[in-house]
């Protein structure tokens, strides 16, 4: 017979967002709330200065996003070695490496050069493209969304570099059209453009079928028995191929190498700083799922980018600057075409969208 313990039991590990402080370089720590102004020497350097008179300069460094373990340890030691050893990544995946001595900058910008990092993203600059989780982590992508990101980040390597833009821009992918994709200055988004296929053997084994039916926005899935099993059918005058039905039940098979196409969407933003948050709106749609290297999203994301660069007033983002010209002066000056699809006029809206349980008006 086991013996009676007198450990009491584990208590559960409180988890959460760790105290930074710990980790923060000491000038920091000790001037938490206490800066008085902070400039940029250079691009790709922050410089703070604080009211006790201490400084501290930040390099800031771009990284490829999906770091190996030697790509880790390379920046770890470079920061050891030319630095005070403290490193920090941003929610962008960029580096950032803070010195508290002026003449320890240009040595740690060298080392990280020479490397084969890129020092920049301050100020009004391309930032590190941030995109969704992708093969790695997700079961349900239609593209590879790093690796769009890695082909688009070849190409804009001097906009991260320079700081030649009105002001930032937040680039982002993402890998289906419903789920974890953020509001960006520009936007790289899957488009599917036809209904999911029934793989009606597999679903019966698979899906928990009345949650698939929920999950539609349009009321476009019904139930059905098909070859004498529990299946699923889709009305599709109704979808709008959104790809909701899919994580729940793989056997609705709408991810395909030719209708799974790309989207560009412009003038979202998350942050409610200067201005109220904003969604994007699609701009380009039906670009080719094209790896390795989707150069036609990388040809129409430059098109917009140098037209922001070239029209846009100082300071203004890329939403900014398009409700400040309007549309009609947006295609113009982008050259993209402008087509019938891009208007929404909601023909059909009230009686496909009253048959969903979602949204009722
Ligand atoms: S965007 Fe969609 S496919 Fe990509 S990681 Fe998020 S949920 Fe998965
Ligand atoms: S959930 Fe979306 S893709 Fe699936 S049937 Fe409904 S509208 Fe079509």
Same mark, same amino acid.
């Not at 991260?160 to 890998?175: L, R, Y």
């Given at each position: 017979?086991?013996?009676?313990?007198?450990?009491?039991?584990?208590?559960?590990?409180?988890?959460?967002?760790? @105290?930074?402080?710990?980790?923060?370089? /000491?000038?920091?720590?000790?001037?938490?709330?206490?800066?008085?102004?902070?400039?940029?020497?250079?691009?790709?350097?922050?410089?703070?200065?604080?009211?006790?008179?201490?400084? +501290?300069?930040?390099?800031?460094?771009?990284?490829?996003?999906?770091?190996?373990? %030697?790509?880790?340890?390379?920046?770890?030691?470079?920061? @050891?070695?030319?630095?005070?050893?403290?490193?920090?990544?941003?929610?962008? %995946?960029? %580096?950032?490496?803070?010195?508290?001595?002026?003449?320890?900058?240009?040595?740690?910008?060298?080392?990280?050069?020479? %490397?084969?990092?890129? !020092?920049?993203?301050?100020?009004?600059?391309?930032?590190?493209? *941030?995109?969704? $989780?992708?093969?790695?982590?997700?079961?349900?992508?239609?593209?590879?969304? *790093?690796?769009?990101?890695?082909?688009?980040?070849?190409?804009?390597?001097?906009?991260?570099?320079?700081?030649?833009?009105?002001?930032?821009?937040?680039?982002?992918?993402?890998?289906? $059209?419903?789920?974890?994709?953020?509001?960006?200055?520009?936007?790289?988004?899957?488009?599917?453009?036809?209904?999911?296929?029934?793989?009606? @053997?597999?679903?019966?084994?698979?899906?928990?079928? #009345?949650?698939? +039916?929920?999950?539609?926005?349009?009321?476009?899935?019904?139930?059905?028995?098909?070859?004498?099993? #529990?299946?699923?059918? !889709?009305?599709?005058?109704?979808?709008?191929?959104?790809?909701?039905?899919?994580?729940?039940?793989?056997?609705? $098979?709408?991810?395909? /190498?030719?209708?799974?196409?790309?989207?560009?969407?412009?003038?979202?933003?998350?942050?409610?700083?200067?201005?109220? =948050? *904003?969604?994007?709106?699609? !701009?380009?749609?039906?670009? #080719?799922?094209?790896?390795?290297?989707? =150069?036609? +999203?990388?040809?129409? +994301?430059? $098109?917009?980018?140098?037209?922001?660069?070239?029209?846009?007033?100082?300071?203004?983002?890329?939403?900014?600057?398009?409700?400040?010209?309007?549309?009609?002066?947006?295609?113009?000056?982008?050259?993209?075409?402008?087509?019938?699809?891009?208007?929404?006029?909601?023909?059909?809206?009230?009686?496909?969208?009253?048959?969903?349980?979602?949204?009722?008006?």
């Amino acid at each position: 017979m086991a013996e009676a313990t007198t450990e009491k039991p584990r208590s559960p590990i409180e988890s959460g967002t760790p @105290d930074p402080f710990p980790h923060l370089h /000491p000038t920091l720590r000790r001037n938490f709330g206490l800066w008085r102004y902070h400039d940029r020497p250079q691009p790709g350097v922050l410089h703070h200065v604080a009211e006790t008179g201490e400084e +501290v300069w930040t390099v800031r460094v771009g990284t490829q996003r999906q770091m190996d373990l %030697a790509t880790v340890r390379k920046l770890c030691d470079i920061a @050891d070695a030319y630095a005070d050893g403290y490193m920090r990544f941003t929610i962008r %995946a960029t %580096a950032e490496i803070t010195v508290d001595d002026e003449g320890k900058v240009q040595p740690l910008i060298d080392a990280l050069r020479e %490397a084969g990092f890129p !020092v920049g993203g301050t100020g009004p600059a391309v930032k590190m493209i *941030s995109h969704t $989780q992708g093969w790695l982590h997700c079961d349900i992508p239609a593209t590879d969304a *790093s690796g769009v990101v890695k082909a688009l980040m070849d190409e804009l390597y001097d906009e991260f570099t320079q700081e030649n833009m009105p002001n930032k821009v937040h680039i982002t992918t993402s890998c289906c $059209q419903i789920n974890c994709g953020g509001q960006g200055d520009i936007a790289v988004n899957i488009q599917h453009t036809k209904p999911p296929k029934i793989q009606h @053997d597999l679903v019966g084994d698979q899906c928990e079928r #009345p949650s698939v +039916v929920a999950r539609c926005p349009v009321a476009a899935i019904r139930p059905a028995m098909v070859n004498g099993k #529990p299946s699923l059918e !889709v009305d599709e005058s109704k979808c709008v191929a959104c790809g909701a039905c899919y994580p729940p039940c793989p056997p609705m $098979q709408i991810n395909d /190498p030719e209708h799974s196409r790309l989207a560009i969407w412009v003038g979202g933003s998350h942050s409610n700083a200067r201005s109220a =948050p *904003s969604f994007h709106k699609m !701009v380009v749609a039906g670009l #080719p799922n094209n790896p390795p290297r989707w =150069p036609e +999203v990388a040809e129409h +994301v430059k $098109q917009i980018l140098y037209a922001y660069r070239d029209n846009a007033r100082d300071y203004e983002r890329v939403g900014e600057w398009i409700d400040r010209i309007g549309w009609k002066r947006f295609f113009e000056l982008t050259g993209l075409p402008f087509t019938k699809h891009h208007i929404e006029n909601w023909e059909g809206s009230r009686y496909k969208l009253n048959t969903s349980a979602h949204l009722r008006f």
